[in-house]
């Protein structure tokens, strides 16, 4: 599972990275970084609940604000948002950040629940 961990590490260090180029790319960054930090930590030992709960917090809400042009985007057929790189349109661009933030929550919730199993099982010995 270590090597599982530290590949995802790697994965979103190299999401994080891609972002730079983008207009809003310290939050990217952030977002990424904080998903790379939970599962190299979780790789090396048991990262804080907090650090978790935090960054999974933040990667749910943001991923809520985003809902509306979700919603946009299927109501309009949902034309394809994987044709190019430079979003055309805004729908590409809040769809492409919505997909993305549902990964981070998604990587983020599975933290904490191994987190939480992992911390029962302590409990019980």
């Not at 309009?76 to 933030?101: C, N, V, W, Y």
Request: aromatic share 14%; hydrophobic share 55%.
């Amino acid at each position: 599972m270590k090597y599982f961990h530290l590949l995802v590490a790697v994965l979103f260090l190299l999401f994080a990275y891609w972002q730079l180029n983008d207009p809003d790319w310290l939050f990217w960054v952030i977002m990424y970084g904080s998903v790379a930090l939970v599962a190299g930590w979780t790789a090396l030992g048991q990262p804080p609940r907090l650090l978790i709960f935090i960054a999974l917090t933040a990667a749910a809400v943001w991923m809520g604000s985003l809902v509306p042009d979700l919603v946009s985007w299927i109501n309009d057929g949902m034309p394809t948002i994987a044709g190019q790189m430079k979003a055309e349109s805004p729908h590409i661009e809040l769809t492409r950040e919505f997909f993305g933030l549902l990964l981070c929550t998604l990587t983020l919730g599975g933290y904490a629940w191994v987190t939480a199993c992992h911390r029962l099982q302590m409990a019980r010995k």
